[in-house]
């Protein structure tokens, strides 16, 4: 049960990162990156919820009957998300219109299941709650990265900044087809650079 | 045993859980109804023109309500009357609602005193995409409303189009680029309320306007 924390933190941020290595979450990554304030709030809620679902079922996983596993934390996530829903609803109105349904979606976002039951399921409570942290991080700043190019091309703003140039938009970049290039270029990039430190360090082994 | 084991942990989880986010919804439920209810006062100063403060705390947005609109009812529905300084009518509101691209849009379209020109409309709640198909909602879009006179209709019963504007002198207005479905939803949704809002006309001219009694 040794993990430590370091190797928690970079597993859930790079390595086995939950967009570009592991592929879960890609339908919020579609739906909610052409604007960089929906996918910030979208990160933070995410992060909230992979870190205490996590957490949660983590406490629970000892006395959790086994074939009950999905079930309980299916519920655990969902109430979590609710929590969320209310708090945006009550405190920031004006976010929570613009995020529609999407806050309610991330009950059905892949990484956080996946991560409550691959890594929580057998491991303590701290250090599923970093797994979660991390995970949500690795997850947030691809969508960010991706935001990023999706809605300065596509609107020519940053959070609605106007950018200092002018230029024909890419129309495109704000439809979902957008998302699926950006998503793949990404990842290309990520694995790339991966590949190229590997190879770096065979070499350098020699 | 197991089976009995088994019910009572997830019979606690699930109540754990379940109260939980009952009172979460209980301790904020006043605060997110406040929310909507402010939401909705400023959609309708918005649709009559009636200028407030942004910052405008939820009271004092709920008086100014009080004092220049009044509500109606026809038919089972809410409609609304805009009144300017002095208490003399501004024009006229109606709700409208569809299916949208996504999920259901809601509004209020305005008219003026004669009921024979859009004033203005808003959105209060749809599910578009945003940056696409959620740009009903800025100004630009919304300001080709204002002024179209029905008469102009493009073809009987339908009373505006959105696609592309041009000097035909009818009610055309501009599409939202890459939100063709939304747009097209829209245009129904608008042409259809107008429809039957103008086949109750008469009615409408009989309602007995009272200013809103809110708790």
Redesign the interface.
Known sequence: MGVSPKKIALDGIWNNNPIFRQVLGICSTLAVTNLVTNTLVMCIGLIYTQAMSSLTASSLRTITPYRLRIISSTLIIAAYVIVLHNVLQAYFPEISTQLGPYVGLIITNCIILGRVEAFAGNNPPIPSFLDGLASGVGYSFILLAIAVVREGLGFGTIMGYQLPFEFTHWTIMVMAPGAFFMLGIITWLCRWLDARAESAAAASKK | M?LL??LL??FL??LF??G??VS??QA?SG??LL??QT?NTKKLLQVFKIPYAENASPESLRQLEAKRIDEGRLDGTTVYRGLDEKGEPLGYAIPISGKGF??RIHGFLSLDNDLKAIKGIVFT?H?E????G?RIEEQWFRAQFEGLQLANAVRPGKYVEISKSDDSGKNKLDAI??ATMTSVALEKIVNDDLKSFVANQDKFRRIEWESPQRK
């Open positions: 197991r084991k088994e942990f997830i989880v699930s859980f379940a939980l986010t979460v919804n904020l605060r997110i929310n909507e939401r996504w999920g709640s599910n995409t945003p940056g696409l959620a680029t890459g």
